[in-house]
């Protein structure tokens, strides 16, 4: 396993002891010795890595990395996080509010569009809190002409429902996705595993 490359891309503020985070500069040295590696290592399979990290001769944690390399998973959770919000990107019925969607999410448009992945169906309370939401990313991004609005609460969503979805499926993949970006909570999850699961599938197609 090539921890170094995996570590690497772990986020700094994973990297702590005793729940104090660890000196930048600390952090760095350690992750160029080989001693240092295994200290970080036995931290995070501790805590946020148990699954990824826990001693396992059979599996080989690096192979995660490679499977799912960064821009790969991100794209597959910025396409769950879209599925996630179609209830109020199939209403959105506005001329040009549906011109930027369309403009900025491409053919994963369509995907949150097709209620033959999912139906959208979502208890009333969870339904008004996603619209608050995407309502105010939306207004925002027409603001100021620019897309990154609405793909914070497409990436945040989508992560919350891998994961949700990945503890049950695939935990080392739920830690990995966990690792990559700040420590934060998880936001309620809402999808089917069914839709997940097809999207997912449709990723690990196009990396296969």
Excluded at 124 to 142: G, I, N, S, T, W
């Amino acid at each position: 396993m090539s921890l170094r490359a995996l570590l690497s891309e772990v986020d700094p503020g994973w990297l702590e002891h005793a729940g104090t985070p660890l000196d930048p500069a600390l952090a760095a040295r350690a992750g160029n010795s080989a001693l240092g590696r295994r200290l970080l290592g036995a931290w995070l399979a501790e805590g946020p890595a148990s699954s990824l990290l826990a001693p396992d001769p059979v599996r080989d944690p690096d192979a995660i990395r490679r499977r799912w390399a960064r821009p790969r998973l991100d794209a597959l959770c910025r396409d769950i996080g879209i599925l996630a919000h179609a209830p109020p990107i199939r209403a959105e019925v506005r001329r040009e509010p549906v011109r930027r969607l369309r403009a900025a999410l491409g053919n994963s448009y369509m995907l949150a569009l097709d209620r033959s992945v999912w139906d959208g169906a979502l208890p009333p309370d969870r339904q008004r809190a996603l619209v608050a939401d995407f309502d105010q990313a939306l207004a925002a991004a027409m603001a100021s002409d620019d897309a990154a609005p609405l793909f914070a609460i497409f990436d945040r969503q989508g992560r919350s429902e891998l994961r949700a979805w990945a503890r049950r499926r695939d935990p080392p993949l739920a830690d990995w996705c966990r690792l990559l970006h700040p420590p934060d909570d998880d936001l309620p999850s809402h999808l089917p595993e069914k839709p997940v699961l097809r999207v997912y599938t449709h990723h690990e197609s196009r990396a296969a």
